[in-house]
């Protein structure tokens, strides 16, 4: 279901919105706005994913660190 929008944007960015290919503004823009909700669910999934594997990374450290201890006391 789409609904009405009333919306005022600056002259420039009607220009741009004019350039793109499209039947009317409001399929321009609906493009436009649908191509940023893409981008914006895929940059937040990267940063989960940074987040998710800068944990792994840091658990393999600190494994890889108490390895080494447990050597080290062991070899004195």
Known sequence: MKEKLSVTLDHPL???LDTL???SRSEKLEAVIRRF???SDDL???KALTKHRESD???AEAEAWRRTMERD???E
């Open 44 to 46: 937040a999934l990267r």
């Open 14 to 16: 009607v220009r741009f």
């Open 73 to 75: 006391q062991w070899s």
């Open 37 to 39: 909700r893409i981008v």
């Open 21 to 23: 290919p499209g039947r």
């Open 57 to 59: 990374e840091a658990r």
